[in-house]
Nanobody, 124 residues
Framework: HVQLVESEGGSVQAGGSLRLSCAASGYTYNRNCMAWFRQAPGKEREGIAAISTRGENTYYVDSVKGRFTTSRDNSKNMLFLQMNRLKPADTAMYYC??????????????????WGQGTQVTVS
């Protein structure tokens, strides 16, 4: 039974920082590529950060480059998203997701088959 569980998000003022984590269980974590997606009210879910199986490659959508960093700890089956210099436009529900890494397109929603329940991030 595959399970992805995000940490609690939160509310933060613009310019602040927040760190999300995602705990994975029920599958071979280090064989999967991982990503963070977010969905704001009335908008489609978008991929914002992705990381390869060993963490050697990372990918970011332009709107978060230089502000967000994703990392993983395969020894603990954990995925992280460090978010700095947050903006009100970053307000959204954030999801972690796992991909089997076959013909992987890092920020494409269709390439991910396991999802967390989501956690709310609000920037004011």
């Amino acid at each position: 039974h595959v399970q992805l569980v995000e940490s609690e998000g939160g509310s933060v003022q613009a310019g602040g920082s927040l760190r999300l984590s995602c705990a994975a269980s029920g599958y071979t974590y280090n064989r999967n590529c991982m990503a963070w997606f977010r969905q704001a009210p009335g908008k489609e879910r978008e991929g914002i950060a992705a990381i390869s199986t060993r963490g050697e490659n990372t990918y970011y959508v332009d709107s978060v480059k230089g502000r967000f960093t994703t990392s993983r700890d395969n020894s603990k089956n954990m995925l992280f998203l460090q978010m700095n210099r947050l903006k009100p436009a970053d307000t959204a529900m954030y999801y972690c997701a796992a991909s089997p890494c076959v013909r992987w397109r890092p920020l494409r929603l269709e390439d991910y088959n396991y999802w967390g329940q989501g956690t709310q991030v609000t920037v004011s």
